[in-house]
């Protein structure tokens, strides 16, 4: 009998990474994760050490083999997914210069601040769909190149290699042999041009970039290189798919149609919906992005975030310590029929899209003396699921599209209340997959079909499976009575 056949997801995440091997029907068979260190040199500023991170991948790649009872010759293809816009730069000898500016880091606020002063906004949005925040690599690319001792002339000279964290996992497997970044993570660096998928001259030019610095920007699967010089391989395993956390998720939802959606209910949440093969500008702010590249087709997506979701949860958990940990919740909001006239506003870091106000905070409206503790557990919820609301509506509006299929995973959306009052007030189906670990099953298909270990997009569709689907009920006279709460209270905060 021939040996079984796995495909390798390599997930590397903000706090973690992990390792999971899937059979050839998706089942996953073996997973190893291990969280690494948060390094905080200032207030604002958020570092991971390379080495590290790629020490933490070849371990939990030798867990998963070993719970899976499976060995590196078996693995037929490795698909990669990463934080999106961490930031690092190392010698060709596979040398960091400096530990990886993480998304989360904001030392690049000031250079943000004066590129728009200078009014390159407009320009910035139009080339790459993005905005001036230090979110994005590019400004944190500039920031290693200006601050890191010979880093310009070392780069001028063809000496360093810049990348994303995909970039660098494929340099380390590769034994360095592969300098290579995908489209979906190109998209988040301020320097790729979004219609053209090449790195875009005017904005080398306006974050002072060499171009002898960038990776070939790739399809999101296809064959990069095999792995050479692995503690937890043999040499010679195909390293072909790549994708940014969020997108990855995208495609491990099968959302491969215009219209439909995922939305990933974490700490904070994120909406990506699926626009079709031609990227649509955001007059609501939204960012526009690549969601994938197969062989010759490039999908887009538009993309909006929350920032607070499960974390207005922990809020009640260790804020106010109305309960004790975050599952209760749905417990409490259940121990009353309705939220009464009682709404949250969930802005405790400001709002994002479409509203664009850091100076909001959050608000409590409606209360009366027969509130209790359960109506503020309530609202809290319904108030996480009126943003995302407020995104969709803002992504229907952008691409001219209803939202056929509303896809959800991460830890919040196991809350059936929640859902049930996100399909209510988005008036569309909202459907919880069987397999939650989206975000590896999409990285995992993209490997295999960039070995042709899986054919098409339409395998993964056959073996995608709903748990739940939850479907509005509200009259269209509740809906509107509840988002016109919704907005009111949104003008006060
Ligand atoms: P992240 O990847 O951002 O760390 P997770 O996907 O692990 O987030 O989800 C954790 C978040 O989900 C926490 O903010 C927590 O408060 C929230 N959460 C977990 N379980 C529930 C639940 N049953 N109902 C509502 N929120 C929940």
Same mark, same amino acid.
């Given at each position: ?178 300098? *290579? ?131 207005? *949860? ?180």
């Amino acid at each position: 009998m021939p040996a079984t056949r796995y495909v390798l997801a390599v997930d590397q995440g903000t706090t973690s990474t992990r390792a999971v091997l899937l059979d050839a029907k998706l089942n996953v068979r073996g997973v190893g994760q291990q969280e690494f260190t948060q390094h905080f040199p200032k207030p604002g500023l958020v570092e991971h050490d390379l080495q590290e991170i790629w020490d933490t991948t070849e371990r939990c790649i030798a867990r998963a083999l070993k719970q899976a009872n499976a060995k590196g010759s078996q693995v037929a293809a490795i698909g990669i997914t990463n934080q999106r816009e961490t930031t690092g730069l190392w010698t060709a000898a596979g040398k960091p210069l400096h530990r990886a500016i993480v998304w989360q880091d904001r030392r690049t606020s000031d250079l943000c601040h004066e590129l728009k002063a200078r009014g390159e906004e407009a320009r910035v949005r139009r080339t790459t769909g993005l905005v001036l925040d230090p979110y994005f690599s590019g400004t944190k690319l500039k920031w290693l190149l200006d601050h890191v001792k010979d880093a310009r002339r070392r780069a001028a000279q063809g000496e360093l290699r810049f990348g994303t964290i995909d970039t660098w996992l494929v340099f380390k497997m590769t034994g360095g042999a592969v300098h *290579v970044t995908d489209a979906t993570n190109a998209s988040r660096t301020l320097l790729m041009n979004l219609e053209t998928l090449a790195w875009d001259d005017a904005m080398l030019s306006m974050l002072d970039v060499p171009r002898a610095v960038l990776p070939r920007i790739a399809g999101s699967a296809e064959l990069y290189g095999v792995t050479r010089g692995m503690k937890s391989l043999p040499d010679g395993v195909p390293v072909s798919g790549i994708a940014g956390d969020q997108q990855a998720a995208l495609f491990g939802q099968a959302c491969f149609d215009p219209g439909e959606s995922k939305c990933t209910y974490g700490t904070g949440a994120f909406l990506l919906m699926n626009v079709g093969t031609r990227p649509v500008q955001s007059k609501a702010g939204l960012l526009s992005t690549v969601a994938w590249r197969l062989g010759d087709t490039t999908t887009y997506a538009l993309e909006g975030s929350a920032f607070i979701a499960g974390a207005a *949860v922990q809020w009640l958990r260790d804020g106010l310590g109305l309960i004790k940990k975050a599952s209760d919740v749905e417990a409490l909001a259940k121990t009353v029929k309705s939220s009464g006239a009682v709404v949250f506003v969930p802005a405790l870091a400001g709002l994002g899209a479409p509203h664009w106000r850091p100076d909001a905070r959050g608000l409590f409206a409606g209360i009366d003396r027969s509130t209790t503790k359960g109506h503020l557990a309530r609202a809290v919820l319904e108030g996480v699921a009126f943003q995302i609301q407020d995104l969709a509506e803002a992504m229907k509006l952008d691409s001219g599209r209803a939202i056929p299929a509303f896809k959800v995973d991460g830890g919040a959306a196991k809350n059936d209340l929640l859902m049930q009052f996100q399909a209510d007030v988005l008036g569309t189906n909202v459907v919880r997959p069987k397999n939650v670990e989206t975000t590896a099953l999409g990285a995992a298909f993209l490997g295999g079909l960039g070995v042709g270990f899986w054919k098409s997009p339409d395998d993964i569709r056959r073996a995608w499976k709903a748990d739940k689907v939850f479907k509005p009920k509200l009259s269209a006279e509740e809906r509107a009575h509840h988002l016109g709460k919704w907005r009111d209270a949104v003008k006060r905060a």
